[in-house]
T-cell receptor, first 116, second 113 residues
């Protein structure tokens, strides 16, 4: 079974802090994703990576950056946390792009981040 | 732009009834469609992925159908149990890129004992 592990289930930070959210997958997947999920807005893609050191902006990249130095690890960085970044953050991975293959996305358990 | 809609947002059913959850999508040129389950405060668990060449996909009490021409997928859960209470989301590849999924906002299901 695919295992996607997010480093923290709950995190509380202060405005202006630099925040790191870590995600690790154990199935040698090429693609990794960061989403945020908010009531009424559903899941929105922040960034994704299709290879080591490669990244692409999603729908809401402002205020975020990412890092993928190793294939199994994908980090989301909040450069200067703000209260409107309080949300549930979900990491996912897939072997190949789902638009051209039948490889599903697998999700981690999520990180509930609160910015005070 | 691919848009995925799930109506109603919430529903309750008595235990033992069959559940029928609907998902509609605007761009029928999809490669596949995926159904997920999400428990409160948790991540998404993949339930079924139905390929564009398939009309149905089954796993235990779950059955997903896909009708590309009408832009619809349906998830059936037979003989519902209280443990089926969760939010169910569907997702289809977005026309914005091969790596993007468009998600519905989910059906929040409560199975009443």
């Amino acid at each position: 079974d695919v295992k996607v592990t997010q480093s923290s289930r709950y995190l509380v930070k202060r405005t202006g802090e630099k925040v790191f959210l870590e995600c690790v997958q154990d199935m040698d997947h090429e693609n990794m994703f960061w989403y945020r999920q908010d009531p009424g807005l559903g899941l929105r893609l922040i960034y994704f990576s299709y290879d080591v050191k490669m990244k692409e902006k999603g729908d809401i990249p402002e205020g975020y950056s990412v890092s993928r130095e190793k294939k199994e690890r994908f980090s989301l960085i909040l450069e200067s946390a703000s209260t409107n970044q309080t949300s549930m953050y979900l990491c996912a991975s897939s072997l190949y792009p789902q638009g051209v293959s039948n490889q599903p996305q697998h999700f981690g358990d999520g990180t509930r981040l609160s910015i005070l | 732009k691919q848009e995925v809609t799930q109506i109603p947002a919430a529903l309750s059913v008595p235990e033992g009834e069959n559940l029928v959850l609907n998902c509609s999508f605007t761009d029928s040129a999809i490669y596949n469609l995926q159904w997920f389950r999400q428990d409160p405060g948790k991540g998404l668990t993949s339930l079924l992925l139905i390929q564009s060449s398939q009309r149905e996909q089954t796993s235990g009490r779950l059955n997903a159908s896909l009708d590309k021409s009408s832009g619809r997928s349906t998830l059936y859960i037979a003989a519902s149990q209280p443990g089926d209470s969760a939010t169910y989301l569907c997702a289809a590849p977005s026309d914005s890129g091969n790596n993007r999924l468009a998600f519905g906002k989910g059906n929040q299901v409560v199975v009443i004992p």
